[in-house]
């Protein structure tokens, strides 16, 4: 049903990877398609480079029936996606996920935005795309370290929702040899468990809530290592890590898991210690800045079991400071 022009909004490395091929197959299908690369990372997720999108797409004629199409990892899709909901007060969006973290995360559920100087994501808005497409076979080109760190995300839908899918990871003796075919199955399924919790709960008023199992401890990490050092996905592993632990000590889980979960991680590439050099103080004071948090208390989402988690506003922080002073 998207019959109006395609603007393709690509990162400067991802774009000479894919764009070329695709902008010609949507020619030879009768789109007009105009592209544009940002430049890679993370910076690229700020208004400034939101509003040299807003330039080019009003600067060439945007519709409203017109349609974004974002190639790339999470930066671009939140980017993307974010100028998609705002500009003309939204038009169109389809993700055309390039990175395992992308595929099985970033581009399912309709969360866009770009980062504020005082923190991450604190500009967007839900915009649903119209339509999610995850090509495997791009994985092909995408460096080691950036899929390991969405492997992370994969084990968190395991772990919260999908006790079949970590055993069938626990199944796996040699990640580097998966066939493709075994990894679309992979893939499938992990996002399978983020649409059932996006569409139970679009709005994160509950359910969604469980989705941040190891990124309340995990943001905390990444920002007091500067972002940059060690990737998202790293970090969210260290922090399931982290809450399993925290989860352990409030019985909700026996040190078994936490050691089963630990060795999961460190199978599919993905370190659980924390760097060097970090200060508790600094890290919990850090949790009490996460959007999740309501009248002062942290909000943690924390598994209760292989394939099941829920929330809890009650961990006292003193517990939190012993499993990080142990750490
Ligand atoms: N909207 C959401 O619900 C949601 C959820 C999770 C994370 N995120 C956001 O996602 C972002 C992280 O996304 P990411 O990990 O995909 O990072 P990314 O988009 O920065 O991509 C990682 C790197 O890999 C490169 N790359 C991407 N695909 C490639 C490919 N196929 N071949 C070669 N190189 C490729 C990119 O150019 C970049 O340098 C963060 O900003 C995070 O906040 C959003």
């Avoid at 795309?129 to 950036?146: C, F, K, Q, S, Y």
């Avoid at 069938?168 to 075994?182: F, K, N, R, V, W």
């Avoid at 990124?215 to 982290?242: F, K, Q, S």
Wanted: overall charge neutral; aromatic content about 4%; proline content about 4%.
């Amino acid at each position: 049903g998207l019959r109006g022009a395609v603007w393709l909004v690509s990162d400067r490395q991802v774009f000479p990877h894919y764009a070329p091929a695709l902008i010609e197959r949507l020619h030879t299908a009768g789109y007009a398609v105009q592209g544009y690369a940002v430049p890679a990372g993370e910076t690229s997720k700020d208004l400034t480079v939101a509003a040299q999108l807003y330039d080019w797409l009003i600067g060439n004629g945007v519709e409203r029936r017109d349609v974004v199409l974002a190639l790339g990892g999470g930066v671009v899709g939140d980017l993307a996606g974010f100028v998609a909901a705002t500009v003309l007060r939204g038009v169109a969006l389809v993700h055309l996920p390039t990175t395992l973290l992308a595929m099985v995360d970033s581009a399912i559920g309709g969360k866009t935005g770009v980062n504020h100087p005082l923190g991450k994501n604190l500009i967007g808005a839900f915009h649903q795309p119209r339509l999610v497409l995850a090509d495997p076979a791009t994985l092909a080109t995408l460096p080691l370290r950036e899929l390991c760190a969405g492997w992370a995300e994969v084990i968190k839908h395991a772990v919260i929702r999908d006790a079949g899918l970590f055993t069938h990871l626990e199944s796996i003796a040699d990640p580097a040899s998966l066939s493709g075919e075994t990894l679309a199955a992979i893939i499938r399924r992990a996002v399978r468990v983020k649409i059932d919790i996006v569409n139970a709960d679009e709005r994160e008023t509950g359910e969604r809530m469980l989705l941040n199992y190891g990124h309340t401890l995990g943001h905390a990490i990444e920002a007091a290592c500067g972002y940059g050092d060690l990737l998202h996905g790293e970090a969210v592993a260290i922090g399931m890590h982290l809450e399993a632990q925290i989860a352990g000590r409030l019985g909700m889980v026996d040190r078994a898991f936490v050691e089963r979960q630990a060795r999961l991680l460190h199978i599919w590439g993905l370190s659980t210690d924390l760097p060097p050099g970090l200060s508790v103080d600094d890290l919990i004071a850090r949790t009490l800045r996460d959007k999740k948090v309501r009248g002062g208390k942290v909000r943690w989402a924390l598994p209760a079991g292989i394939g099941t988690a829920t929330v809890r506003d009650d961990v006292p922080e003193s517990l939190v400071r012993a499993v990080l002073a142990e750490a």
